[in-house]
Every structure is written in C-alpha cells, then in structure tokens.
C-alpha cells in the first residue's frame, strides 16, 4: 500500500484492515485537522506496487507501523502559542522528532446511535467479556460475579439488571470448582436474550458493524462493562483487561480508537488450559 507496508491496519467500519484486505470504498476512521475530531471518510483509492528502500519504523506499545520515509503525518509540537494551543504541523516519517506528538482524538459526535439505553450497553460490556452463551439452546444468556471477591461489582451489576427491569434469576454456584469460594450467577431468558444474541451472535465474536454504529455515550458504556467484567483497575487511574481472544482485544481497540483513548497491548504466554487464542 502506498506510504504503509501490507501489514499496518486502518480502522475500517468493519475492523481492522491491512493493505492487502482494504478496498475502495471502505470508510476508514480518519483525522481532521480542522476540527482535531475524527470522522469516517470512504477511502477513494488503493494502490498497491513493489517497494524496495528504506522503511522507517514507529513501534511502541500504542503503535506500531512501517511506512516510507515520504509518509505525511498530521503532528502537534510541544511549543505552544496564544492560550496554550499546540502548534500543529505536518511531517513526514523521515523528518519526525522526539518534539512531535501525533494527534489523539474521538470520533466527531454528530451522529446516533441505535436505540439502546446506555445501561443496556453496559450489560453487552459485561457479557463481552465476563458472560457466555447457553449453547444448548437459542436463549439463555449467563453472568457470573464473585460477591465475596469482588462485593463492588457483584453490587453494580446487580443494580443494573436491577434498572434494566427484567426478568432474571440470581443462583449460587461455583463453576471453576474452587474450594471455598462461590460466585452468582444472573440468568437471563426469555426475550431478551433473543435480543442480546440477535445483536451479538456469539459474545467472543462481537461484530465489528455494530460497535462502529454506536454512540460515543454507548461506547463508553460498553468499555465500561468490559472492564468491569473481566478487567482491573489502578488507583493511579490506569485500567487493564486480560483477554485470551484476538477479537475481542480487536474490539477493544476498536472502541479505545474511536473514543480517542491511547491503548497499549501486550502480549503474555497463558497456562495451557486457559489458552484459546493469543
């Protein structure tokens, strides 16, 4: 692709998307400099050619991508001018210096989402990451909470099914087998989990279309869930979620992105049994 290699992604509606698989047409997340927002533009032309030079590589834990030394970045500086605006400039890969810092910004908010409440969208973060499916049946959707481990989120999502106002059931269990140690499980049935897995057929594979065509507000709402479900939070405000699902840390991304939020992955060896993906 031109300026990038075939390896580096875009942020596409539909996910994430390298050189190779981006086509035109495609509406990719993109910066403007005229309002520091970000907003879908459809990408207008793709070319593809053989490449032989040098590559400058930008790798850290928030980035990671190779690009010819003539690819144009839209940068800020740390000199400021007027009341503490930064100076923006334009660079190329070559030219960049420890002084430039690349723009970090959210997705315009001129625009709706679907007609989901915001703790409806919190719930979809918690079975994201800390739910799962009755795969026997077309219902039936399950969450699981320690309220011994953890008395603060058993007592937050039971407050939101709670305010959501259906029907569920609340048991005592202990599906890891751990002695001494028991968690609840909040069933949800009936129409409602129709709904969830009509919008989310399987919880592990969120479909990248719908998360796009949420609301910043829902977004926030499900990262929320998410990081509550199966996360950890710092008191120097710093929050992390473990993951053993490429998609699901995609979809991670994805929200951070589109939330103007600087993620860092990191990848860890897991035990075997607790191995699904990477």
């Not at 699981?144 to 709670?162: G, I, N, T």
């Not at 087998?177 to 057929?201: D, M, T, W, Y």
Request: proline content about 5%.
């Amino acid at each position: 692709a031109a300026c990038v290699d075939d390896q580096t992604d875009a942020l596409t509606r539909t996910g994430w998307k390298d050189g190779n698989a981006l086509q035109v047409g495609d509406e990719i997340l993109a910066y403007d400099p005229e309002t520091d927002t970000c907003v879908w533009q459809p990408v207008q032309s793709v070319q593809r050619y053989q490449y032989e030079g040098p590559l400058c590589v930008l790798e850290n834990e928030s980035i990671s991508a190779r690009t010819t030394e003539n690819h144009r970045w839209p940068t800020f500086s740390k000199k400021v001018w007027g009341k503490g605006r930064k100076l923006f400039r334009e660079r190329t890969s070559k030219t960049l210096s420890n002084s430039d810092y690349l723009p970090l910004a959210r997705l315009t908010q001129d625009r709706d989402g679907p007609d989901l409440s915001l703790d409806f969208c919190e719930l979809l973060g918690w079975i994201f990451t800390d739910g799962c499916y009755n795969k026997s049946q077309a219902t039936g959707v399950w969450l699981y909470q320690s309220k011994d481990a953890k008395p603060q989120h058993y007592q937050r999502l039971k407050e939101l099914v709670d305010r959501l106002g259906f029907p569920y059931r609340e048991d005592v269990c202990n599906p890891n087998n751990i002695k001494g140690h028991s968690c609840r499980r909040f069933s949800i049935g009936g129409e409602v989990s129709k709904q969830i897995r009509a919008l989310v057929p399987s919880r592990k594979e969120v479909p990248f279309e719908f998360i796009s065509s949420l609301s910043n507000a829902q977004l926030e709402r499900v990262l929320a869930g998410m990081l509550l479900g199966d996360g950890t939070h710092y008191a120097n405000g710093e929050r992390r979620l473990g993951t053993s699902y490429r998609h699901v840390a995609a979809v991670v991304q994805m929200i951070c992105t589109i939330l103007g939020i600087t993620p860092t992955a990191n990848r860890y060896a897991m035990p075997e049994k607790y191995a699904t993906g990477e």
